[in-house]
């Protein structure tokens, strides 16, 4: 039986003390509330134990019931390992690298505890490498750590964000994201979700995943309101816990991580739903009840369940960066809630601590993070926290305070007894990937997460044996029914192909009308031919993205040219009824489509089982529901595109679906016409990432010609610069007008670009972003060929990327890195021209999208 230290803690600290933090590395925070307060057990001497620190803490801060991961046992171990551990090794331990950015060879080198494969990270750079690539590369970093020279052999963590399934992974199933989760109020479904998860992770040999987010989400232009369950406290903290359960297990905190399960991460602590204007990585400016009551709702079950680790958020509370705030790490966190894991930092936040910079840290680390997230700093930061140990800046009780937590988790999470990646008896089993009785989760998940919104004239179900047309660009689309953090970073460029085990919308529809007699058919554009169907199904929605490139100055869908709007409008005009299929991140403004439809479903980002979607709207051949619809809204939906924060208990909360709203088939009568005004005045979103794609100029970008006499603005047909040098001409480029032809004449220096008012891209130049084009070339340039960003045509930076493209005649994506041009000086805040293209020789250039995209391992800084 394990043998447990609770009982000599609490014998030598009388309950009742003032609110004090001991500050000490290792020590025990015994904090009274009341006289209600339990001791925390951590590994601490009596002497240690005795030292108080003059920190009081706000009792609004919740004290936790201990999760068991301290006991005598693994103590000892940790004991026996540190007494071994040279100081390089103990730095290296809190470190942690990004596969894109270490090799396994150098960890024979540099004795690193952990490392994460990010957002774009791959083997080989390789977003659609094989589930056994992805085995291999696991299991060789192991190895390698364990060749360090070192009395201690201390195995390596590798952690991942497995946020909505193990989303990484080719074959994976993909969950819906936790903005669809929170609307099916059933807790024990998440338990069941973080298990499937865990077990699809421990397939490829992962140990760690970066999730639960646990964030409550108060602003819904946040570009990560969709990893929020909901804008209610209390469904956060209902969904936490078990979350942490289904990953590590039951007992996974206090009895060990057994195979199967893996390491939790709660994030990202703390406010970072409750930023100004939802900005990411911005500043929750809240008072300390509002964090402790509203954002903090989800760590004190997460704690209790023994998450083995929490993240510090990127954002600020109230001008303060988490990653730097030792009261909220560490009187806040540690002591006061008494977790006992550690905490990681995110993706190079120290560098945003005042002071700081990606390499250099101490701040951070004496504030309480154990251990830095440095993708690609991670051997400066190594450096640097060596010689800060050294030279006495970080305390050595501060250090082993961090390796004690980490060791803890690790042997807790069963690093130390798994062995390496392949050896682990579940690994590689891949015929155990997707396989049925998991999807069966998920498309649970999916058919429970649905909310009718609007359902007039009792429209749903449909009859299983109708004729079904299925259109909208989200129908059979699987990468945009799952949403950001999908095989990519951003979720972008994934086709069907790339979800063995999934299945789109369309495909769910067509199965269960098929299975009813009935005939569905695929028109992503609406078109039909021969006798009128006898209902639409239209799913539109956001494409995908993440983090601040989600962020929006206000909920608006498709302000301006609203061209799924016009679809519903056509099918309507042509007598046929409308069901709308709404495919989003959050709720948004869509009352003219809510209004253009008979009935409209949130159906958010459902995952990988889109037959989950057809399991409720199609009947049985009768038309009687197979399902019926569960999902009540956790997120307020909003009367007016500006009217954020929107949030139930607030003042002059009116929304225009409340919080807990959802119809049911037993539901009946009609929705009322909605008010089509916005509430923006012609203030719609302002694009910052889409500049040419489908046929046309994105607002509130124009296209320009120019030439030594000046410059022209147009868009479709022909156009010339003033003096001819340059010439574009519309054409079709696999749909009809899809492309733009430049032709450079020769005849003197041309440019072709995109203009607008001045944005800021700092945000996305710091991040794996790219300027991208897509383009066609059929002999190859004869001279340079300029790509040039900046604040308008006269102050820029420009790099030639003619030896890059490609003259064959076909298709294919040019990919820049922002940073690039911020690399050569560009003022990455201020841009008012993200794209041009400049020649002296003669070119022809047909291009389909000109955007920013996600780096996924093909974008390249010219030489």
């Given at each position: 039986m394990r043998k447990s230290m609770k009982g000599a803690l609490k014998a030598s600290v009388p309950a009742g003390l003032l609110l004090t933090a001991l500050a000490t590395s290792g020590c025990v925070t015994i904090i009274e509330s009341k006289g209600k307060a339990e001791p925390t057990p951590v590994a601490a001497t009596p002497a240690e134990v005795a030292k108080p620190a003059a920190v009081e803490v706000n009792p609004v801060w919740p004290t936790t019931k201990d999760a068991g991961l301290i006991d005598a046992d693994v103590e000892a171990k940790i004991d026996a390992l540190m007494a071994d551990m040279t100081l390089e090794e103990k730095v290296g331990q809190t470190v942690q690298a990004d596969i894109s950015a270490i090799k396994p060879e150098d960890l024979k080198t540099y004795p690193l505890g952990s490392i994460l494969a990010g957002g774009n990270s791959a083997p080989g750079g390789n977003e659609r490498a094989t589930p056994q690539q992805w085995l291999d590369l696991a299991d060789a970093y192991w190895r390698a750590s364990l060749e360090y020279p070192s009395k201690t052999k201390i195995?390596?963590?590798?952690?991942?964000?497995?946020?909505?399934?193990?989303?990484?992974?080719?074959?994976?199933?993909?969950?819906?994201?936790?903005?669809?989760?929170?609307?099916?109020?059933?807790?024990?479904?998440?338990?069941?979700?973080?298990?499937?998860?865990?077990?699809?992770?421990?397939?490829?040999?992962?140990?760690?995943?970066?999730?639960?987010?646990?964030?409550?989400?108060?602003?819904?232009?946040?570009?990560?309101?969709?990893?929020?369950?909901?804008?209610?406290?209390?469904?956060?903290?209902?969904?936490?816990?078990?979350?942490?359960?289904?990953?590590?297990?039951?007992?996974?905190?206090?009895?060990?991580?057994?195979?199967?399960?893996?390491?939790?991460?709660?994030?990202?602590?703390?406010?970072?739903?409750?930023?100004?204007?939802?900005?990411?990585?911005?500043?929750?400016?809240?008072?300390?009840?509002?964090?402790?009551?509203?954002?903090?709702?989800?760590?004190?079950?997460?704690?209790?369940?023994?998450?083995?680790?929490?993240?510090?958020?990127?954002?600020?509370?109230?001008?303060?960066?988490?990653?730097?705030?030792?009261?909220?790490?560490?009187?806040?966190?540690?002591?006061?809630?008494?977790?006992?894991?550690?905490?990681?930092?995110?993706?190079?936040?120290?560098?945003?601590?005042?002071?700081?910079?990606?390499?250099?840290?101490?701040?951070?680390?004496?504030?309480?993070?154990?251990?830095?997230?440095?993708?690609?700093?991670?051997?400066?930061?190594?450096?640097?926290?060596?010689?800060?140990?050294?030279?006495?800046?970080?305390?050595?009780?501060?250090?082993?305070?961090?390796?004690?937590r980490i060791l803890r988790a690790k042997i807790k999470g069963g690093l130390f007894t798994l062995g390496a990646p392949k050896d682990r008896p579940m690994a590689g089993h891949w015929e155990n990937l997707g396989k049925a009785e998991n999807r069966a989760v998920a498309r649970q998940a999916v058919r429970e997460s649905l909310v009718l919104l609007k359902n007039n004239g009792s429209l749903l179900p449909l009859k299983g044996g109708a004729t079904v047309l299925v259109a909208g660009d989200g129908a059979d689309n699987i990468g945009k029914q799952s949403g950001g953090w999908t095989i990519t970073w951003q979720g972008t460029g994934n086709a069907n192909s790339d979800f063995p085990n999934g299945q789109s919308i369309f495909g769910g529809i067509s199965d269960a009308v098929k299975a009813s007699g009935g005939k569905a058919t695929l028109s992503v554009d609406g078109t039909f031919k021969g006798k009128k169907p006898d209902v639409a199904i239209v799913v539109i929605g956001e494409d995908p993205y993440a983090e601040f490139q989600g962020d929006r100055p206000n909920l608006d869908y498709q302000s301006g040219d609203r061209k799924d709007l016009a679809l519903i409008k056509k099918l309507k005009k042509a007598g046929i009824p409308v069901v709308t299929v709404f495919l989003s991140g959050r709720p948004m403004w869509v009352n003219p489509e809510i209004n253009a439809s008979d009935a409209f479903v949130a159906a958010f980002l459902p995952g990988s089982e889109g037959g989950g979607v057809a399991d409720v709207l199609i009947g049985d051949k009768a038309g009687k529901a197979r399902n019926d619809f569960k999902g009540k809204l956790s997120f307020s939906w909003p009367k007016f595109a500006n009217q954020q924060p929107l949030n139930l208990n607030t003042p002059g909360y009116d929304p225009l679906f409340a919080y807990g709203y959802g119809l049911t088939y037993a539901d009946k009568g009609d929705l009322l016409p909605l008010s089509e005004d916005s509430g923006l005045k012609d203030a719609g979103v302002v694009n910052v990432d889409t500049y040419f794609n489908a046929g046309r100029v994105r607002a509130p970008w124009k296209f320009y010609l120019a030439d030594a006499d000046g410059a022209v603005t147009g868009d479709h047909g022909t156009i010339k610069s003033p003096k001819g040098v340059v010439t574009q001409a519309t054409v079709d480029a696999g749909a009809q007008e899809n492309g733009r032809l430049l032709t450079f004449t020769g005849q003197g220096k041309g440019e072709a670009y995109f203009a607008s008012d001045v944005v800021d891209l700092s945000r996305q130049s710091t991040g794996e972003l790219a300027i991208s084009i897509t383009y066609k070339l059929d002999a190859a340039p004869t001279g340079p060929v300029l790509l040039a960003l900046g604040r308008d045509r006269f102050v820029f930076q420009e790099m030639n990327v003619a030896s890059l493209l490609k003259a064959d005649g076909q298709f294919h994506t040019l990919k820049v890195k922002l940073n690039c041009f911020a690399a050569i000086g560009q003022n990455m805040a201020q841009i008012g021209m993200p794209f041009a293209l400049r020649s002296e020789k003669p070119l022809k250039l047909t291009y389909t999208a000109v955007k920013l995209a996600s780096n996924e391992g093909d974008a390249v800084c010219p030489k």
């Open positions: 195995p390596l963590l590798f952690g991942i964000d497995a946020v909505h399934g193990h989303s990484n992974l080719v074959g994976a199933i993909i969950f819906p994201h936790n903005v669809g989760l929170g609307a099916t109020r059933n807790p024990q479904l998440m338990k069941d979700i973080a298990r499937v998860t865990a077990y699809e992770m421990s397939l490829a040999g992962v140990d760690w995943t970066f999730a639960p987010t646990v964030a409550v989400s108060r602003d819904k232009r946040w570009g990560r309101a969709y990893e929020s369950y909901s804008e209610n406290p209390a469904d956060v903290a209902a969904y936490a816990g078990k979350v942490v359960e289904g990953l590590q297990g039951d007992t996974g905190g206090d009895e060990g991580i057994k195979p199967g399960h893996i390491m939790a991460s709660a994030k990202h602590f703390l406010g970072d739903g409750g930023t100004l204007n939802g900005k990411d990585q911005g500043d929750a400016q809240i008072s300390e009840e509002e964090l402790a009551t509203i954002h903090n709702a989800g760590y004190p079950p997460s704690i209790e369940a023994g998450a083995l680790s929490v993240m510090a958020s990127f954002s600020s509370w109230n001008g303060e960066k988490l990653t730097g705030s030792k009261y909220l790490l560490t009187d806040v966190l540690k002591h006061r809630m008494g977790f006992n894991g550690f905490v990681v930092s995110d993706w190079n936040a120290q560098g945003q601590v005042p002071g700081c910079t990606t390499t250099s840290c101490p701040q951070a680390f004496n504030a309480g993070i154990d251990m830095f997230m440095a993708p690609d700093s991670w051997k400066g930061i190594y450096e640097n926290t060596l010689a800060q140990v050294k030279s006495g800046e970080i305390s050595e009780d501060r250090l082993n305070d961090a390796v004690r």
